[in-house]
């Protein structure tokens, strides 16, 4: 009798233990508003002033970005500009004084201009030419000067320019009249480096003599080559090329004798590598399954340094004072936005600077990605960033959407987007598809979507929609396409030409006529025009009746599902016609459509105003036509 007491007691108190488990982060986990996820600060660059109190930075924490400065010590971000209307974008401090370069554009447009900042907190345009796009290269050795590319004298090709700091006077260093792309200047200033497009992968690398005029071939073999930087003492140019590999590697090229050494290889690409301003560091990133691994290199050893560590992060950026004895990384992940620290390399001692979460937003909350890896139609293996929301299960299956990247040659990464996380966050799981085409995965697999549009890559997008049907914790019958720009053409290209296999479409600025934006695009593009003709089609020739076939706007009658469709007026490569066009089109079927215009966007939304409607209105559109019973058309509306 005592035995069975017991063993009712004993069963009793495992009851109770079962009935007062530990919640899970889906019981106790928050809904957010789209105004509390974009309130989650983003911030970029940092440039030490020349006494290393400060860096230079942009935010977006106003509402849209402008520059501030940041004391290394800890404290509060001081604002430099104010806009209100264009985003500002930090350059660098100047080499020896506290003047800041920042480069602005027109709400969006690309045209950027150098501005610089004086100490007195005036701001002047260095380069005020109307029409005209500038872009910041890099220091002089001396810190003289700096070199820019502007297409001032020819509105389709970047020349070099040299602006001296004193009289801030320009002088043309480079006359770009065959359309290559400007790399890196050496040194002593004797060479740049320049590459020409031979298709999207593949491009020529050259030494251009600005002392002889001569230009040298530097690659051998066709393959994918670029421009990263000039030994320290100018004997030496590294480039990556993925000459007789499937990954892209760092090679050494031998100025004097023409002699080449492979400086570094890794199992993925090595997407960037400098040295620092006294060559004591050599910096490099890979692309390691869509994120950065960084490698510090100590040139004097070869040995890499030992970088700081961050709990549940990465370090995703990183950048150097010119005495080389302060860095300043950024630390983030998928499930959380990049903070920004300071580490001295002297004595060690790491400190953050930022704290961008929003303070309303519980860590706990967000969803880290998981790297998949699905079997498309063909057999071939598609790597895809997978985001389950802390709610979804067995027993409460999601709606899901599969995400669709931009470029055509894209990639989507291991980065914190608070928009995929809003969406998460109120149950919709979300699948970033690295299709075929994409970068990141080789050579090959970039190439495997050339002159194929639409159809293949197309097919690893419903692949992957079938990937997600098969989840125990997905609603099968509720999953949808997302994307943006090439991801925004993927969008309607599935709602066109498999119109039964997703349920809703968002397309973000997609291109829906391949022949008026291959016609279209902006003149600065001319030296990649050839390359691009290559790989989508030349929509001058022959080629022009495939562009229209696989060209959504010609096709909306098929186009049965609801659509939202979003864009910018100012954007320059894809124009407003293409969105105007195809929201007409798919209305005359009856089916649901709405359509948010921004009059002060262009190829994207940076304003945190125009984000919060953007994304609200697709979290409104995705609850009423895929959660809910898509019964009634939605509006126009319209910023």
Not at 297 to 326: H, Q, R, Y
Request: charged share 25%; with cysteine.
């Amino acid at each position: 009798m005592k035995k069975l007491l017991a063993i009712a007691l004993i069963t009793s108190i495992w009851a109770c233990k079962e009935e007062k488990k530990e919640p899970s982060v889906a019981d106790t986990m928050k809904t957010y508003t789209i105004a509390q996820m974009m309130d989650n600060e983003s911030i970029g660059g940092g440039s030490f002033s020349p006494d290393k109190s400060k860096l230079l930075v942009s935010s977006n924490r106003s509402g849209i970005y402008n520059i501030y400065t940041i004391p290394t010590s800890g404290g509060d971000m001081i604002p430099i500009t104010q806009s209100d209307s264009s985003s500002v974008f930090s350059i660098s401090y100047f080499p020896n004084d506290e003047r800041m370069l920042f480069r602005m554009d027109n709400n969006g447009d690309e045209i950027y201009h150098i501005f610089v900042r004086d100490t007195d907190g005036s701001n002047k345009d260095l380069t005020p030419e109307e029409g005209a796009r500038s872009l910041f290269y890099q220091w002089s050795e001396d810190k003289s000067a700096f070199f820019y590319g502007s297409n001032k004298r020819d509105s389709r090709f970047m020349d070099l320019y040299k602006m001296n700091l004193e009289t801030m006077d320009a002088q043309l260093i480079y006359q770009n009249d065959d359309g290559y792309d400007v790399g890196v200047v050496s040194p002593d200033e004797k060479y740049v480096a320049l590459s020409k497009s031979i298709n999207t992968n593949d491009s020529d690398l050259f030494l251009y003599n600005l002392e002889s005029k001569e230009l040298m071939k530097i690659n051998k073999n066709q393959s994918g080559n670029a421009p990263q930087d000039f030994s320290p003492d100018g004997s030496a140019l590294y480039y990556t090329t993925d000459d007789g590999s499937e990954f892209s590697y760092l090679m050494k090229y031998t100025i004097a004798d023409g002699s080449y050494e492979k400086a570094m290889e890794r199992d993925w690409d090595i997407s960037g590598s400098y040295f620092t301003d006294n060559g004591t560091y050599q910096v490099t990133y890979i692309n390691e399954d869509a994120k950065n691994t960084i490698e510090v290199m100590e040139v004097a050893t070869g040995k890499n340094i030992e970088l700081p560590k961050v709990e549940n992060m990465e370090i995703t950026s990183v950048s150097f004072s010119d005495d080389e004895t302060m860095m300043r990384f950024y630390a983030g992940g998928s499930h959380t936005p990049s903070n920004l620290y300071v580490y001295n390399l002297e004595t060690k001692e790491q400190k953050k600077l930022t704290d961008v979460l929003n303070p309303e937003i519980q860590g706990q909350d967000l969803v880290k990605a998981e790297v998949i890896r699905y079997e498309s139609f063909d057999g071939l293996e598609i790597p895809a960033i997978y985001y389950t929301p802390h709610q979804a299960s067995e027993e409460n299956p999601v709606p899901a959407l599969v995400w669709v990247h931009g470029g055509p040659g894209g990639q989507s990464r291991q980065n914190f987007s608070s928009f995929i996380q809003y969406l998460v966050n109120h149950g919709y799981a979300v699948l970033a598809v690295n299709n075929r085409g994409s970068s990141g995965y080789g050579k090959t697999f970039y190439q495997m979507d050339d002159l194929n549009h639409g159809d293949k890559d197309l097919k690893d997008c419903v692949e992957g929609k079938n990937w997600l049907a098969q989840q125990p914790e997905i609603d099968g019958e509720k999953i949808g396409i997302i994307g943006g720009s090439y991801g925004g053409y993927m969008t309607m290209a599935a709602l066109t030409y498999a119109p039964e296999e997703f349920d809703v479409g968002v397309n973000l600025f997609g291109v829906t006529n391949w022949m008026r934006t291959l016609k279209s695009i902006p003149p600065w593009w001319e030296s990649f025009k050839d390359a691009l003709y290559k790989e989508l089609g030349d929509p001058y020739s022959a080629d022009s009746v495939r562009l229209k076939q696989i060209s959504p706007l010609f096709h909306t009658d098929k186009v049965t599902k609801p659509l939202i469709v979003l864009q910018g007026s100012q954007d320059p490569r894809v124009l407003q016609a293409e969105s105007d066009e195809i929201v007409a089109g798919v209305r005359q079927n009856g089916v649901p459509v709405e359509y948010v215009l921004f009059e002060d966007e262009g190829h994207g939304f940076v304003k945190k105003e125009n984000q919060i409607t953007a994304y609200s209105k697709i979290l409104e559109f995705l609850d009423e036509y895929l959660k809910g019973d898509a019964s009634t058309p939605i509006k126009e509306e319209s910023k």
